[in-house]
């Protein structure tokens, strides 16, 4: 038998998304969208490169957002990276822009990732752990921000407005190896009942609604690409096939490992049959349009696994209006800063070097303003991101707020807990709080905006 061959990477980098109207469009699609004035995809890119996973393929939704990702790649990793950019239709579900290079994948193992996600976790920990399991399928979870969201938030009263995200249920074997169950936040209403025969075969399970799904997992080649071609129904990745495959394992073998630590949570209650249940109640089946049988467990011994990440470590998607500010202001402007390879001033900041700051103005701890922008005079800039190129005229309040490039913000003007993107013109005394505004908007003189989305009509 040869050397271990290496891993492949599947990008999965979205295109126009729905859920980040307006700050995408047709000239910065989904993976480009300035996080910490660095597109979001150049934080997958330069994790999987400091953990020398080097041979890519970048899935991206739409030909035309195709060519732009790749001509930025080619520009920023030449040389440094083997990556193929791949371009898929729009409106697919993850599965599905998967199962479209299924046939560029030939090694052993395939690691997965959504390129939206920021993270220092050590993405080459989660490829040996796999293959160290010789699992079918490992996922990466790590701490949910919803409790401590939500603990911050009742605590000072403030940003009230903030939904609380959506919390996966993930069931684990008592030693925090094997993955025994998960329900995504999307499919979960109220309460969720587990087979009781998953129960009986691997006696304890442990229920844990304080653990989320990264959207990073790494898979053995040849079981992914059987399932995907026989079950063409499989669409999403974390609502359809990883729950397949958790329901396809040989549990008999993980209730025969070593799972012999003491449980954290708390034994299942006997049901009036003397069946071990757990407290949940309504059910989330396995989806009816997925063929049944296609692997068979007791040859295969299948095992999905989980590599938890370390307390320490982060880990958040950018897939909303939401975590988009939550993750430049606080994040990446802030504790997360290293990530950017910025230098950061005695001040807690970053100010490029070429960027003008004019007479009384003052940039916060945990503010960046970028390369070639320029500030007038008693301006003042609290836990905000200024893009690059930005022209922002005299007593200008920008606060809690990300400011693309090529900015003109004119005297006067007020932007407190607001996205504005590239090339958008606030004329002079405009007032904006919570809004976003798309790509080249033009906001007029002395208005007043709140909690809304504002955008030019792009041409068809």
């Known amino acids: 038998m040869g050397p271990i061959m290496k891993f492949q990477v599947v990008v999965l980098a979205g295109g126009m998304s729905k859920k980040l109207f307006p700050l995408v469009s047709k000239d910065v699609p989904k993976a480009l969208l300035p996080v910490g004035n660095r597109p979001v995809l150049s934080y997958v890119l330069e994790l999987l490169e400091a953990n020398n996973l080097k041979d890519l393929i970048v899935v991206v939704a739409g030909e035309d957002a195709a060519v732009r990702v790749g001509g930025w790649i080619t520009e920023a990793y030449d040389g440094r990276l083997h990556v193929e950019v791949a371009a898929v239709s729009e409106d697919i579900g993850t599965a599905d ?24 976790v050590p993405l080459g920990a989660i490829a040996a752990a796999h293959r160290r399991k010789r699992a079918v399928l490992t996922a990466m979870l790590c701490s949910s921000p919803s409790a401590s969201t939500a603990e911050a938030i009742s605590s000072t009263g403030k940003d009230k407005a903030k939904k609380p995200s959506p919390i996966d249920i993930v069931g684990l074997d008592t030693s925090h190896q094997h993955l025994l169950f998960l329900a995504s936040g999307t499919q979960v209403d109220k309460d969720v009942k587990i087979r009781r025969s998953l129960i009986r075969v691997v006696d304890q399970m442990e229920i844990h609604m304080d653990l989320m799904d990264a959207h990073l997992y790494a898979f053995n080649r040849a079981i992914l690409q059987e399932v995907l071609e026989l079950c063409q129904g499989i669409k999403s990745i974390k609502q359809d096939l990883v729950p397949y495959l958790v329901r396809s394992q040989s549990f008999g073998a993980i209730a025969s490992g070593d799972t ?7 034994t299942p209650n006997k049901d009036d049959s003397g069946q071990p249940q757990t407290p949940m109640q309504d059910i989330v089946p396995l989806p009816q349009h997925i063929l049944p049988g296609v692997l068979h467990p007791a040859s295969l011994e299948l095992t999905c696994c989980v590599y938890i990440a370390s307390e320490g470590k982060y880990c958040s998607r950018v897939n909303s209006i939401q ?40 940039v916060g701890p945990q503010c960046m303003v970028g390369d070639g922008s320029k500030l007038g005079d008693k301006c003042s800039v609290k836990k905000s ?76």
């Open 97 to 120: 822009a998967l199962r479209a290079v299924l046939h560029r994948l030939v090694v052993d193992d395939v690691l997965v990732v959504s390129g939206d996600i920021v993270s220092d």
């Open 260 to 266: 012999q630590t003491e449980a954290v949570g708390k």
């Open 323 to 362: 975590t988009y500010g939550d993750i430049n202001r606080d994040q990446v402007a802030g504790e997360l800063v290293f990530l950017t390879g910025y230098t950061v001033s005695n001040q807690n900041n970053v100010i490029h070097p070429t960027a003008e700051i004019g007479s009384k103005t003052t």
């Open 385 to 460: 991101i200024v893009g690059r190129h930005c022209r922002i005229g005299s007593n200008v309040k920008i606060i809690n707020s990300v400011v693309m490039n090529h900015v003109t913000v004119e005297d006067g003007c007020l932007i407190q807990g607001s996205v504005i993107c590239s090339n958008v013109h606030l004329q002079e005394r405009a007032n904006l709080k919570d809004c976003q505004v798309g790509a080249g908007y033009i906001i007029t003189a002395n208005s007043e905006h709140k909690a809304e989305a504002l955008s030019k009509r792009e041409k068809s």
